[in-house]
């Protein structure tokens, strides 16, 4: 299986490796690894998939700063969810670049507003980082 990883933090986008451990379907993967791997793979999948479902709902504020959903109604959206295939990961692409482009961009923001202080040359790396990443996705 090919498998895209960026890291912005230093800065290496787009990069893949191919893993042949992983198995490209279901029973390729239980042939690899067992089923009791695959179920422990999955719960765990699974689990944090409802733990994000509530967490969501948690962090949902309006514009005073208060809670949308009171903690009863999250907990019951995470009873309630439901395992469904999700949808395909894209892997490398733009997006990587744009959370890379926002980091920096708070970043600089914060240093010219004071309100963070960046060493010169980070600060001239970062904007030149941002230049470059502008260039890349316009």
């Not at 514009?63 to 995470?78: I, R, S």
């Given at each position: 299986m090919?498998?895209?990883?960026s890291?912005?933090?230093s800065?290496?986008?787009?990069?893949?490796?191919?893993?042949?451990?992983?198995?490209?379907n279901?029973?390729?993967?239980?042939?690899?690894?067992?089923?009791?791997v695959?179920y422990?793979?999955?719960?765990?999948?699974?689990?944090?998939?409802?733990?994000?479902?509530v967490?969501?709902k948690?962090?949902?504020?309006?514009?005073?700063?208060?809670?949308?959903?009171?903690?009863?109604e999250a907990?019951?959206?995470?009873?309630?969810?439901?395992?469904?295939?999700?949808?395909?990961?894209?892997?490398?692409?733009?997006k990587p670049?744009k959370?890379e482009?926002?980091?920096?961009?708070?970043?600089?923001?914060?240093?010219?507003?004071?309100?963070a202080?960046?060493?010169?040359a980070?600060?001239k790396?970062?904007?030149a980082?941002?230049k470059?990443?502008?260039?890349?996705?316009?």
């Amino acid at each position: 299986m090919k498998i895209s990883v960026s890291s912005p933090k230093s800065q290496r986008l787009g990069l893949e490796f191919e893993n042949k451990n992983i198995g490209e379907n279901f029973d390729e993967a239980v042939a690899l690894v067992g089923k009791e791997v695959m179920y422990s793979l999955y719960a765990d999948a699974a689990i944090i998939r409802g733990q994000s479902v509530v967490r969501l709902k948690l962090d949902k504020l309006d514009e005073a700063g208060k809670p949308l959903f009171t903690a009863e109604e999250a907990l019951k959206a995470g009873a309630a969810y439901k395992p469904v295939l999700a949808a395909p990961r894209t892997g490398g692409g733009r997006k990587p670049a744009k959370s890379e482009l926002d980091q920096l961009v708070e970043k600089v923001k914060a240093h010219k507003a004071g309100t963070a202080v960046m060493p010169d040359a980070d600060y001239k790396a970062a904007r030149a980082r941002i230049k470059e990443l502008l260039e890349g996705i316009v």
